[in-house]
């Protein structure tokens, strides 16, 4: 015997008299709180820019954030975002900048997983 559950269907069948569509939010209302969502720095890279005594300010993290918007509307999952003379890697999916590299340090770096790379405007 097969039994049916009720609520599945094929799409766009019709739905059971008295039964309303489920309410949720809209697909831009999770959309746009993913871009909401706040950078995350990493322990790791919050370490390598105390060593380096470099402070990002609110409107550094908001430059920092739409990059990493910028890279996530562009399948980046992995990005390198060049800041002036600071490289950070971050993790698109989780929004975190997981390594920063600043000065003549960066001259001679190879940075490898990545897929995608963001030149943010000071």
């Known amino acids: 015997m097969v039994e049916r559950i009720p609520g599945t269907g094929a799409p766009g069948a019709a739905r059971p008299a008295g039964r309303a569509p489920a309410q949720g939010p809209s697909f831009r209302e999770v959309l ?34 739409r990059a990493v918007t910028l890279a996530e509307a562009r399948g ?34 190879v940075f490898t997983n990545i897929d995608s790379a963001v030149i943010v405007p000071k």
Do not use: C, F, W
């Open 32 to 65: 746009e709180h993913v871009r909401r969502e706040e950078l995350k720095i990493s322990a790791h890279a919050q370490r390598r820019l105390a060593e380096r005594q470099i402070t990002l300010t609110a409107d550094d993290l908001a430059r920092l954030e």
């Open 76 to 109: 980046g999952r992995s990005s390198l975002l060049i800041y002036g003379n600071l490289a950070l890697v971050a993790s698109v999916p989780h929004r975190t900048v997981v390594t920063a590299v600043a000065g003549a340090e960066a001259g001679e770096r």
